[in-house]
């Protein structure tokens, strides 16, 4: 219902928006018609008051000519100059309304996932305790219920932490702490948290020993596992996720490959943008906020690198980081 007003709501101004834009391009090609009009009808009186025998009369017709000639022209000059101011102000106002509409829509989106992905561990990681503080269950159903509670307790840490981190990152709070960071080691420390989450998983982890690199402990953290966490959800239950840090010459390059739908051409820039996720907002089976590729991108530029997105063969992504 809400969705449906809110359709018309915008119906409505747009049609207000192309009505007044016509209205006025309208005035102002009536403005110039009456001016060319008026221009017109002085130049006949003039050369109505004129005496055929008087001396100098052709040179005064040329005059007044020369004056209607001059007065068309700076019509002309005036009027276009307000038309491509009008058109000018239209395309800017348009594109504003346009982009303060699609934010006000993507800030919603948000809300409503942010509320979901609030909500749903919450609810499980209850569900779970009460059902263990209230039966007696089996060592391994214990075991899976535990396991599933951590798991949640995970989600909602990363929810929490990607929301605070953004924020500070828009207001230019956040204040880097450098300090010389052992890669491979930190990569391990990610998926081993992601394979005791998620124990039936596959990640397949490459790592070269020896690499640092200078920078934010956390941030990087945060980026690692943000690619991690979104190849595991964009993926089947079955397909394998690949994670591998190696160097080469002086850059660092750490690759998460997944083997999910993938992403297609036209929206591999845009899944950076802040609460943009790839589809349709509704029909979306895969759990998110679109805050996850964006603060790692965020992150990542901060520390001098850069992130990229290929297709894996046969199917799925490969995201790309080179610090």
Not at 12 to 41: C, D, E, G, P, R
Not at 69 to 95: C, D, M, N
Request: overall charge positive; hydrophobic content about 40%; charged content about 25%.
């Amino acid at each position: 219902m809400a969705a449906s007003f809110k359709i018309k709501r915008l119906r409505t101004i747009y049609i207000l928006y192309w009505f007044l834009l016509t209205y006025i391009i309208a005035a102002l090609v009536w403005w110039f018609i009456a001016l060319s009009q008026q221009n017109k009808m002085m130049t006949d009186y003039k050369l109505g008051e004129l005496n055929t025998a008087e001396q100098g009369y052709q040179k005064q017709v040329n005059k007044i000519n020369e004056e209607k000639r001059r007065k068309t022209g700076q019509y002309i000059g005036e009027g276009v100059t307000f038309f491509l101011l009008i058109v000018v102000g239209a395309v800017v106002v348009f594109r504003a309304v346009r982009r303060q509409f699609k934010q006000s829509q993507q800030q919603q989106n948000f809300m409503m996932a942010i509320t979901h992905e609030l909500k749903t561990p919450i609810a499980i990681a209850k569900l779970n305790l009460e059902t263990l503080q209230k039966h007696k269950l089996p060592e391994e159903q214990q075991q899976q219920l535990i396991s599933n509670t951590l798991q949640e307790a995970g989600r909602l840490n990363t929810l929490c932490n990607n929301l605070l981190l953004a924020s500070k990152i828009e207001s230019g709070d956040y204040e880097i702490t450098t300090e010389k960071i052992d890669v491979g080691e930190l990569v391990t420390e990610s998926v081993n948290d992601f394979t005791m989450r998620f124990p039936k998983r596959n990640i397949d982890l490459n790592v070269s020993s020896g690499i640092y690199l200078t920078g934010d402990r956390l941030l990087l953290q945060m980026a690692v596992n943000n690619l991690i966490d979104n190849a595991i959800k964009y993926s089947g239950k079955e397909e394998k996720v690949e994670v591998s840090v190696k160097k080469e010459n002086d850059e660092v390059r750490l690759l998460i490959k997944d083997e999910g739908k993938g992403i297609p051409d036209d929206e591999k820039n845009k899944v950076f943008i802040k609460f943009y996720r790839v589809g349709n907002l509704h029909t979306k089976e895969a759990k998110g906020t679109g805050l996850g590729l964006y603060l790692t991108k965020k992150i990542v530029e901060q520390h001098n690198g850069h992130i990229l997105l290929a297709d894996n063969e046969p199917r799925g992504s490969i995201f790309e980081v080179k610090l």
